[in-house]
């Protein structure tokens, strides 16, 4: 049973170079979400998706944009990056009636 | 706004040490409240949750209880092991539709043998 599965999990990347971080869910759950983990800040919500062809902003999105592809997977773009994106990115799924569950993370530091 | 506020970690615990990790927050109506536990290279696991005033979630021989007169939900276990050492992050969620959590900063836990 994978879960959650991200991909890639390091990346670095150049100031100004683009990347898709992907994400993919085998529990048939609506909702995605897109988070980013900061020392001393916790996590912040990017961008969701409550269902297969809706996307929402979060608290941080500017600087990211989301595809909801299918209802398995969710991906993240950044078009242009900026050091101040380097950071752990966390996906997670939730089904509606069940808590959260995160994949594994991707670092990403941008150079 | 939502939020929800931390003890500042790290904490550092010898084995089996009662651990209490606070935590406070700040909503309106009633969120329900969430314990997710960081192992190293991990993403976040739920520990436990409580939907409701006065309800205690319990997991692993973790517990915290949903006081809404205090906002808080202090999370608690008697007798802490090595394998507990980890990042522990308090969250609410109140939307009812979509659950947009809204975690706190994390407290990493040490425990030494």
């Known amino acids: 049973n994978a879960g959650v599965t991200q991909t890639p999990k390091f990346q670095v990347l150049k100031t100004g170079q683009s990347m898709t971080l992907q994400c993919a869910q085998d529990m048939n759950h609506n909702s995605m979400y897109w988070y980013r983990q900061d020392p001393g800040m916790g996590l912040r919500l990017i961008y969701y998706?409550?269902?297969?062809?809706?996307?929402d902003k979060g608290e941080v999105p500017n600087g990211y944009n989301v595809s909801r592809l299918n209802k398995r997977e969710f991906s993240l773009r950044l078009e242009s990056a900026a050091p101040s994106q380097t950071s752990v990115y966390f996906c997670?799924?939730?089904?509606?009636?069940?808590?959260?569950?995160f994949g594994q993370g991707t670092r990403l530091t941008v150079v | 706004g939502d939020s929800v506020t931390q003890m500042e970690g790290p904490v550092t615990l010898s084995e089996e040490a009662f651990l209490t990790i606070n935590c406070t927050y700040t909503a309106t109506g009633y969120p329900s409240l969430f314990w997710y536990v960081q192992y190293p290279g991990e993403g976040l696991q739920l520990l436990l949750k409580?939907?409701?005033?006065?309800d205690k979630g319990s997991n692993k021989g973790f517990e915290a209880t949903y006081r809404k007169e205090t906002t808080s939900f202090h999370l608690e276990k008697g007798s802490v092991q090595v394998s507990d050492s980890a990042v522990y992050f308090c969250a609410l969620s109140r939307d009812s539709g979509t659950y947009k959590y809204i975690f706190g900063t994390g407290t990493r836990l040490k425990v030494l043998a």
């Open positions: 997670a799924s939730q089904g509606a009636v069940t808590e959260a569950f």
């Open positions: 409580a939907t409701k005033a006065d």
């Open positions: 998706s409550a269902s297969e062809g809706t996307t």
